[in-house]
């Protein structure tokens, strides 16, 4: 298994110490070097990235503002001189948190974290269905997608709403919309995306998932009409 990688950081001395280090692994596959935010996310719209090694502190745009700003996110290894963003890093689900100097062992051992969630993402069962892994409560959850009701805007996080129980994961609406299969979901207010399969009944105003009722929003109708028929 190989990753396709980036590294980001406006010091190029900085950034040349960890491209080294992605050269000498043989599971990482360096696709570019960043030396700013917005070149990254100009980037990544042309390649495929696994994991990015990505600075925090950097003019214009920092690292957690690339995130906000990014629909797919891949696998983050937070790489920076201070320790005191540890907590942040980790409410945006970064894979690992690396504190330069980075000793080769660090580095590897950081890797082999990004390999296993790389590989857990990957596993798919047949039998039970397509899935997501979310963060919340502090651990990694699978949610199937078949058993996702709908989705609802809870300010910084959304509220996952399954046949079994809720979620809250840290993300934005867009976001999380980005990880969901297409076709199957639609953003039918400005705080809701439902599962098509899951829906009942419609009117002009709502949508009924069950007993729930979930608003719709006027210019969503004819989308809405639309995605039910192409299902």
Avoid at 188 to 210: A, C, P, T
Wanted: glycine letters at 4%; charged letters at 25%.
């Amino acid at each position: 298994m190989t990753l396709n990688c980036v590294v980001v950081d406006d010091s190029a001395i900085q950034r040349l110490s960890i491209v080294k280090l992605v050269e000498n692994h043989p599971s990482l596959n360096l696709i570019a070097e960043y030396s700013s935010a917005l070149e990254t996310k100009n980037g990544l719209n042309t390649h495929q990235v696994d994991l990015i090694f990505l600075d925090i502190e950097m003019p214009v745009l920092n690292g957690f503002e690339l995130l906000d700003v990014l629909n797919n996110k891949p696998q983050i290894i937070f790489v920076t001189g201070k320790t005191e963003y540890a907590f942040k890093a980790f409410n945006y689900d970064a894979t690992d948190y690396l504190h330069k100097p980075i000793t080769r062992e660090r580095f590897n051992t950081s890797v082999d974290k990004a390999l296993e969630q790389h590989k857990l993402t990957l596993d798919f069962n047949e039998e039970e269905g397509e899935h997501i892994f979310v963060k919340s409560n502090l651990k990694k959850r699978k949610v199937y997608i078949k058993d996702i009701k709908w989705i609802e805007a809870l300010g910084d996080y959304v509220k996952l709403v399954t046949e079994e129980n809720s979620l809250v994961v840290l993300s934005t609406m867009k976001s999380f919309e980005a990880e969901l299969p297409e076709g199957k979901f639609l953003r039918i207010h400005k705080s809701y995306i439902v599962n098509l399969d899951k829906i009942d009944r419609f009117n002009s105003k709502n949508v009924e998932v069950g007993t729930y009722e979930i608003p719709l929003s006027r210019n969503k109708k004819t989308q809405l009409v639309d995605a039910l028929n192409n299902i």
